[in-house]
C-alpha cells in the first residue's frame, strides 16, 4: 500500500499555496530527514491542504520564505531532571487554571480575547457555514486518499479543523484509517478549545480513525501553552492515546527575533523527522 503525508495549515494569511507546502513544508521535512538522520536525495509523497484562500482575498506577499537553518540551530529536546521536576507541578498548576476559567467563566474573556487577536478562530466557530466548508475540504482529501496509509500533520488551527473532520469521519467512514495523525503547536489543549470541542462532540477523545496520535509542542510557543494534551484527550475505543512531545522550534526571523510558532521550524526538528521517516 503506498504512503502519503498530508498538512494543514494553521492561522493566519499564508503565501501562495506552492511557496507554503512545496517551498515551505515539503523543504521544511526534507532538510530535518537530511540533516539530522543523514539521508539525502530522499523524495516524499506530500500533499498539503491549503485553506487560507477560503478566509482572505489574497495571499500574504510578505510572509516568511523558506530558509534552512544554520549550523547548531537544530537540536533534539533533552527531557532531563528539569522536566522529571517539573511536569507534576504544571499539573497541579493546570488543574488550578482550568478550575479558575471554569468557575470563574474567563471563558466569556478567551471568546473576546480570539475575537480580537485570532480572526480565524473566531470565524470558524461562529461561521457554521464557513466552519463546514473547511472540514468538509479536509475531509474530502482524506477520502480521496482512504487506499493509502495517510500520516496527517496538522499546525496550530490546522489542528482544530483536522480534529473536528477526524470525530466526523468517525461517526461516517468507519474504514477510514490515519495511520499517525501528528499535531504541532496546537492549541488543542487550552481549556477553551477543549470547551468548543466537548460542546461540539460530547466528548474529548482520541477520534476512533486515528491509529497514533503524537503532539509535538515548544514549550516557548504561546499558542501552544498547554502542551500536554493526554490530560485532557480520553482514549478512543480501541485503548489509543494522544502522546505528547515536547521539541525546540529553531525558527529565527532575524537576530534576536525567535517565533516558536513557526511550522518550517517545528517540521524539521529531530523529533518529528522520527516520527516522519518512521512512517515512511
Known amino acids: 500500500m503506498s504512503k502519503i503525508i498530508i498538512g494543514i495549515h494553521g492561522l493566519g494569511n499564508k503565501p501562495t499555496e506552492k511557496k507554503l507546502y512545496r517551498n515551505g513544508w515539503k523543504k521544511a521535512i526534507l532538510e ?4 539530522n538522520l543523514g539521508i539525502t536525495g530522499r523524495d516524499i509523497n506530500f500533499e498539503g491542504v491549503y485553506w487560507a484562500d477560503k478566509m482572505y482575498k489574497s495571499p500574504d506577499t510578505d510572509a516568511d520564505t523558506y530558509r534552512k537553518a544554520k549550523a547548531g540551530t ?39 480575547a480570539i475575537k480580537k487577536k485570532l480572526k480565524d478562530l473566531d470565524r470558524y466557530y461562529n461561521d457554521e457555514a464557513k466552519r463546514t466548508e473547511l472540514v468538509e475540504q479536509l475531509k474530502s482529501v482524506l477520502r480521496e486518499h482512504a487506499d493509502k496509509r495517510i500520516l496527517l500533520v496538522a499546525h496550530s488551527m490546522g489542528s482544530i479543523i483536522a480534529y473536528d473532520a477526524l470525530r466526523e469521519l468517525g461517526r461516517t467512514d468507519g474504514n477510514l484509517n490515519i495511520e499517525h495523525f501528528v499535531t504541532i503547536g496546537s492549541p488543542l489543549g487550552l481549556p477553551h ?3 468548543k470541542i466537548r460542546k461540539t462532540h460530547g466528548s474529548v477523545k482520541t ?9 509535538y509542542a ?12 493526554a490530560d485532557d484527550f480520553s482514549p478512543n475505543f480501541a485503548g489509543i492515546t494522544v502522546t505528547d512531545d515536547l521539541v525546540l522550534n529553531d525558527w529565527r526571523v532575524k537576530e534576536g527575533i525567535d517565533i516558536y510558532h513557526k511550522s518550517y521550524g517545528y517540521l524539521r526538528t529531530p523529533e518529528v523527522t522520527n516520527a516522519m521517516v518512521a512512517f515512511l
Do not use: M
Open 74 to 112: 537544530i537540536k533534539t529536546y533533552k527531557d532531563g531532571f528539569f522536566d522529571d521536576v517539573i511536569s507534576p507541578i504544571e499539573n497541579v498548576i493546570g488543574s488550578g487554571i482550568d478550575w479558575f476559567k471554569k468557575t470563574f467563566s474567563v471563558n466569556d474573556l478567551a471568546d473576546a
Open 207 to 215: 477520534p476512533t480513525v486515528v491509529k497514533r496520535w503524537t503532539n
Open 193 to 195: 478549545i477543549v470547551g
Open 32 to 35: 530535518g530527514i537530511s540533516h
Open 218 to 229: 515548544d514549550r516557548r510557543d504561546p499558542v501552544a501553552a498547554d502542551e500536554r494534551l
